[in-house]
C-alpha cells in the first residue's frame, strides 16, 4: 500500500494548483505564524478571515475552543471535494499561536483522511 502523502514542517513554495491552509483569525488579521507567511508568500488577504484566498485557503481558530473550529474544518473539507483539480496542504492549524495541541485538532480532520486532494500534516 502507497504510503499518503503529508504536508511538510515548513511550506516556503507552492505547484500550481497547491493550496495553503493556514489558522487564522475571524478579522483576518494574518500578523503572525503561518497566517503571517499566507499574507506575505501566498496571496492571504488582510480583513478575510474565512475561505479561498490568494493560493491559500484560511480556518479560524482563535475565536474560542476546539467546537468552534469543526464547522470551518467541515466547510474546507466540503469546499476540497468540489475543487479536486486543487492539492490543500493542510498546516498544524490551531496549534500555533491558538494554542491547541495536535491531539485536539487533529481529529476535526478525520473526514479529510478520505479526500484524495487534501494533505495532512504528518500523525494527523
Not at 70 to 79: A, G, H, K, L
Not at 93 to 121: Q, R, Y
Request: charged share 20%.
Amino acid at each position: 500500500m502507497e504510503k499518503k502523502r503529508t504536508t511538510p514542517e515548513y511550506i516556503t513554495e507552492l505547484k500550481p494548483g497547491e493550496i495553503f491552509v493556514f489558522g487564522s483569525n475571524l478579522r483576518g488579521m494574518h500578523g503572525g505564524g503561518a497566517a503571517r507567511i499566507a499574507h506575505q508568500k501566498f496571496g492571504a488577504i488582510m480583513g478575510q478571515g474565512v475561505g479561498l484566498q490568494g493560493q491559500c485557503y484560511a480556518i479560524p481558530t482563535m475565536q474560542g475552543g476546539v467546537e468552534t473550529i469543526r464547522p470551518y474544518v467541515d466547510e474546507f473539507i466540503m469546499f476540497a471535494k468540489e475543487h479536486p483539480n486543487m492539492t490543500f496542504l493542510v498546516t498544524r492549524i490551531g496549534c500555533g499561536i491558538a494554542g491547541f495541541t495536535n491531539e485536539e485538532i487533529s481529529p476535526l480532520f478525520a473526514e479529510a483522511h478520505n479526500v484524495e486532494n487534501i494533505v495532512l500534516p504528518e500523525g494527523w
